[in-house]
């Protein structure tokens, strides 16, 4: 192989080389702003949830009755395991 042609490939090599790091780190900032909003929810979620918590301790509901909601909402009462749990944890009398 000749000394040009050695260059040329050696040249699309390092071209490779630079677009899949350029890659990574853009992927790594699209990861760290995904891991960033997905806190922000959680927080959000949880605040929501203590507020929720304390106004169902002064104002109290029946349980049954938020799960038949969810149960007309969706058609079936049982796709909604984690939504009936969090019924439960928020109507919990303590």
């Known amino acids: 192989m000749s000394d040009f042609m050695m260059s040329q490939v050696q040249g699309l090599v ?3 080389a630079d677009d899949l790091d ?3 780190k853009t992927s790594n900032s ?3 702003s995904i891991l960033g909003a997905i806190d922000d929810l ?9 507020v929720l918590a304390i106004l169902l301790k002064k104002h109290p509901i029946d349980a049954a009755e938020a799960r038949k909601w969810i149960a007309d909402q969706t058609g079936d009462a ?3 395991p984690k939504a009936n749990a969090i ?3 928020l ?3 303590g």
Request: charged share 20%.
């Open 30 to 32: 699209q990861f760290d």
């Open 14 to 16: 390092n071209k490779v």
């Open 91 to 93: 109507t919990k009398r």
């Open 87 to 89: 019924i439960d944890i």
């Open 22 to 24: 350029r890659m990574g």
């Open 78 to 80: 049982g796709t909604t």
């Open 42 to 50: 959680a927080a959000n979620i949880f605040a929501t949830q203590a």
